[in-house]
């Protein structure tokens, strides 16, 4: 069984800065795809971006500027460094990781998903 955990949400003000992490253990290799996305009530669940095993990354264009993705493979382990928040990045944010979807932007397409941690931006 694989597990993804997310860490490091919170509340903070608008023009401040979060870095999320996401541990991977159990099935999921340093091989895999693995992604962020996120979730705020009442909206579809929304791609923020990608990265493989190398570190190669790609984003979506809604946050490519303010956001950025890396893994460390020894930690098993992704980050989201996100900066300049705004009030619209409330959000859930959740990991996913899946041996096959690299190049997708599509939820569906990952296999296994970390619980989401809260991100709270105020104004």
């Known amino acids: 069984q694989a597990q993804l955990v997310e860490s490091g949400g919170g509340l903070v003000q608008a023009g401040g800065s979060l870095r999320l992490s996401c541990t991977a253990s159990?099935?999921?290799?340093?091989?895999?795809?693995m992604a962020w996305f996120r979730q705020a009530p009442g909206k579809e669940r929304e791609f923020l971006g990608a990265v493989n095993w190398q570190g190669v990354t790609y984003y979506a264009d809604s946050v490519k500027d303010r956001f950025s993705i890396s893994r460390d493979n020894t930690k098993n382990t992704m980050y989201l460094q996100m900066n300049n928040l705004k009030p619209e990045d409330t959000a859930v944010y959740y990991c996913?990781?899946?041996?096959?979807?690299?190049?997708?932007?599509?939820?569906?397409?990952?296999?296994?998903w970390g619980q989401g941690t809260q991100v709270t931006v105020s104004s």
């Open positions: 159990g099935r999921t290799s340093s091989s895999d795809a």
């Open positions: 996913a990781a899946d041996p096959t979807a690299w190049g997708t932007r599509l939820g569906y397409n990952y296999r296994y």
